[in-house]
């Protein structure tokens, strides 16, 4: 037997031969019958095959529309129904019905939404927590590691200056005996007697002192001219 | 190709969600009465034997859930096939993992294809029922789909989520293989 020499028309022999082609193509195609043996033989093969549908009991369809979820816009918005019949975890249909999209959506606690009370939760405790920092003078810093009050013993350095002339520099060094001081950024609650009588020693010492009271806590370095740096 | 019987189809289902969306719930019914027996026979096709009821049930439920992601570039009876391919496939990992042994491999015959012999009725039925027994999974596929369920290529490539030069080679080979089975 001879091949089919119009395959547009072979490919649509199925649906010919379900009778759901429109009239124009249903001419077309019976007018190719006519004059192909190949596609004469594949239609009695497809009415063959269209004829032996299995015959399935109808299903239930009270009970399947009574499974069914309710109308988006109708009565009950809640997702209170349907539930698969075999619930395998399955990727096939991966979105969900708007009724169940809104319920996920904006959870809210004493009425307030939880992202808030969060947020609020989260300034509360931070400030809190930098509160109790501050009050218990956590922030330590030994003499060692920060520029530290200064006693006024100075050497004099001559370097040589860029016009090729030398030039006397002074430069402060910490005296060896000045035991190390803690610095707080708290107030003055936070020192001893001893230190406070050690601090204040220094100030009167220092010739190059203001008329204004130096913060306790702000680190302080004295230099040939009295300023503070 | 024009197939004036599946415009039609697709046309009075848009009609019926959009009357579903807006809280009729007779839409519902309908498309359920329009679409059951065709998803029946095809979970028959696909050689379920059992729970058939159940399969279409959870086939509607879940179209109806997703009902959004409907697109109406092919036809809802499309849609609802490729969904409920997909719950065969769920259900066979699932009975596989438990040690049930199924064949899921879209290039092996399916064992429960026999099943249909106790439904067709005459002996020239039995026949074409024994040529199909004979195709591949994705032959018989094809072939049911194209010839007895009437969709076209690009549905199918849809449903069985391959190509449509893919579907129409499968269906040349199924045709070519079941015409000479009928004639020995």
């Given at each position: 037997?001879?091949?089919?020499?119009?395959?547009?028309?072979?490919?649509?022999?199925?649906?010919?031969?379900?009778?759901?082609?429109?009239?124009?193509?249903?001419?077309?195609?019976?007018?190719?019958?006519?004059?192909?043996?190949?596609?004469?033989?594949?239609?009695?093969?497809?009415?063959?095959?269209?004829?032996?549908?299995?015959?399935?009991?109808?299903?239930?369809?009270?009970?399947?529309?009574?499974?069914?979820?309710?109308?988006?816009?109708?009565?009950?918005?809640?997702?209170?129904?349907?539930?698969?019949?075999?619930?395998?975890?399955?990727?096939?249909?991966?979105?969900?019905?708007?009724?169940?999209?809104?319920?996920?959506?904006?959870?809210?606690?004493?009425?307030?939404?939880?992202?808030?009370?969060?947020?609020?939760?989260?300034?509360?405790?931070?400030?809190?927590?930098?509160?109790?920092?501050?009050?218990?003078?956590?922030?330590?810093?030994?003499?060692?590691?920060?520029?530290?009050?200064?006693?006024?013993?100075?050497?004099?350095?001559?370097?040589a200056s860029a016009s090729g002339g030398t030039e006397t520099l002074t430069v402060a060094t910490p005296a060896s005996s000045v035991h190390s001081v803690t610095v707080s950024y708290g107030d003055l609650g936070d020192y001893s007697e001893s230190e406070l009588e050690s601090m204040i020693s220094r100030l009167e010492q220092w010739d190059g002192a203001t008329n204004t009271e130096p913060l306790p806590g702000v680190p302080i370095i004295p230099n040939a001219g009295g300023g503070a740096l | 190709m024009i197939d004036a019987t599946q415009q039609e189809d697709s046309r009075i289902d848009g009609s019926l969600i959009t009357q579903w969306k807006a809280g009729d719930q007779r839409a519902a019914t309908a498309i359920v009465e329009r679409h059951a027996e065709a998803l029946a026979r095809f979970a028959g096709r696909l050689g379920v034997t059992e729970d058939i009821d159940e399969l279409v049930q959870d086939t509607f439920i879940r179209a109806f859930s997703a009902i959004d992601s409907?697109?109406?570039?092919?036809?809802?009876?499309?849609?609802?096939?490729?969904?409920?391919?997909?719950?065969?496939?769920?259900?066979?990992?699932?009975?596989?993992?438990?040690?049930?042994?199924?064949?899921?491999?879209?290039?092996?015959?399916?064992?429960?294809?026999?099943?249909?012999?106790?439904?067709?009725?005459?002996?020239?039925?039995?026949?074409?029922?024994?040529?199909?027994?004979?195709?591949?999974?994705?032959?018989?596929?094809v072939f049911v789909l194209r010839v007895q369920e009437g969709r076209s290529y690009k549905d199918i490539a849809e449903i069985l989520g391959s190509t449509e030069g893919a579907a129409r080679v499968h269906y040349h080979n199924a045709m070519r293989a079941v015409k000479e089975f009928l004639h020995d």
């Open positions: 037997m001879t091949e089919c020499r119009s395959p547009v028309l072979q490919d649509m022999l199925p649906d010919y031969a379900a009778e759901s082609l429109d009239g124009v193509a249903m001419a077309r195609v019976r007018d190719h019958l006519a004059t192909c043996a190949a596609c004469s033989d594949d239609l009695v093969v497809l009415q063959l095959v269209r004829q032996a549908r299995p015959r399935v009991a109808g299903p239930d369809i009270a009970r399947i529309i009574a499974a069914l979820p309710a109308a988006p816009s109708g009565p009950g918005i809640e997702f209170t129904g349907p539930r698969l019949v075999h619930d395998e975890p399955s990727t096939s249909v991966p979105t969900l019905p708007p009724t169940m999209r809104r319920q996920r959506a904006g959870g809210t606690l004493f009425g307030m939404p939880v992202w808030r009370i969060a947020a609020t939760l989260g300034v509360v405790i931070a400030g809190g927590a930098s509160v109790l920092v501050a009050r218990r003078g956590i922030i330590d810093v030994q003499r060692s590691t920060v520029p530290n009050v200064m006693t006024p013993t100075e050497s004099a350095t001559t370097v | 409907f697109r109406a570039d092919s036809s809802l009876r499309t849609w609802l096939f490729t969904i409920e391919r997909r719950l065969v496939i769920d259900r066979r990992r699932a009975e596989a993992r438990r040690g049930h042994g199924i064949e899921i491999d879209d290039m092996h015959a399916a064992s429960g294809f026999d099943a249909l012999d106790t439904m067709v009725a005459d002996e020239a039925a039995e026949r074409v029922a024994g040529a199909m027994a004979r195709l591949t999974r994705m032959q018989r596929e």
